[in-house]
């Protein structure tokens, strides 16, 4: 049986105090025009009608399979939006865009990712970092957006499913205070992902779709028509919704690659891992149904279980 790795400083303080991890290649696009509402409203999953000053919308752009092309957070942000891309993923989701833009779309369209640096907050006192940066308040309600303005620049919070997003100009400094607190590196991110057994970057490929990968709530069932609707609408009439994200747990580190099998067959392979200092060895992973929590599947010949 393996050893659970030792718990690092900042990662204890994202579970009892509070760290910060800052996104490398932060990814936020500037959109504005007459008609930006209506435009990503028809490219992209979710009901764009539900953004307001005080809410943010999670959506996916599909494929006409119905497959994961980009996944963006929408942020109003005065006359525009801003789009919180992946990290890194801002040229690509810009170029998608301008290829998809029609005669009559009046669209404006710019990569704003150098002028925006984005943090993710962890832990149950995150208050304080947050008044420091001049917020009364801070988020509660999943995708709760609360702003503020320090040295005359608007910022912004974010709740998000296990932290909050923190999106203020590249051209501030943070304050003194934020020194003493820890400040998270990729791996404890990612740590702190699979233990919250949420899908990421590694998740978000067109290898999957929006609900295979647990993004139920990035899909209106109501809006109109876009790209992939059809195949989405049909996977929850149908129940056709043949995979889904599994959290697994090992004696040993699995490794991403790495083949799940159930009863001889293969029904999935590992996207992401990680050692957790109070649960061991986890995995995600995306699988072909049917699977139940408690089932042992075998990760590239050692057993698993999942959670």
């Given amino acids: 049986m393996s050893t659970p790795a030792p718990t690092a400083p900042s990662t204890q303080a994202a579970t009892h105090t509070a760290a910060w991890y800052r996104l490398p290649q932060p990814g936020t696009l500037l959109l504005g025009g007459a008609t ?33 092309l980009e996944v963006f957070t ?37 990569d704003a990712s150098a002028a925006w640096t984005q943090f993710e907050l962890y832990g149950p006192q995150v208050r304080s970092a947050l008044a420091s940066l001049g917020f009364a308040q801070q988020p509660s309600a999943l995708d709760e957006v609360v702003s503020a303005s320090w040295q005359d620049q ?17 051209t501030l400094d943070l304050p003194a205070d934020w020194a003493a607190l820890p400040e998270l590196d990729f791996a404890s991110r990612e740590q702190l992902r699979i233990e919250a ?23 209106s069932a109501s809006k109109g028509c876009y790209t992939g609707q059809e195949v989405l609408a049909r996977q929850v009439t149908y129940d056709k919704v043949a995979r889904g994200l599994a959290q697994l747990s090992a004696d ?27 649960l061991g060895p986890l995995a995600l992973a995306v699988l072909r149904k049917p699977f139940e929590p408690g089932q042992t599947v075998m990760v590239d010949g050692q057993p698993a279980t999942i959670r």
Avoid: W
Wanted: charged letters at 15%.
């Fill in 197 to 219: 057994g949420r899908a990421g970057d590694p998740e978000f490929t067109d290898a999957n779709t929006p609900f295979e990968v647990g993004l139920g709530r990035y899909v």
């Fill in 154 to 170: 608007a910022l912004y919070a974010i709740q998000d499913e296990y932290c909050i997003r923190l999106l203020l100009p590249s």
């Fill in 252 to 278: 040993s580190a699995m490794q991403p690659g790495a083949s799940v099998s159930l009863d001889g067959r293969t029904i999935g392979q590992v996207s992401s891992a990680a050692v957790s200092p109070t």
């Fill in 74 to 110: 929408l942020l109003q942000h005065g006359e525009h939006f801003l789009l919180l891309t992946q990290p890194g993923h801002a040229p690509g989701l810009a170029a998608y865009f301008k290829r998809h833009l029609f005669f009559n779309d009046q669209v404006t369209l710019e």
């Fill in 36 to 68: 930006r509402t209506d435009y990503v409203q028809r490219q992209t999953t979710n009901d764009v009608g539900l953004l307001s000053p005080q809410r943010a919308v999670p959506t996916v752009l599909t494929n006409p399979s119905a497959r994961i």
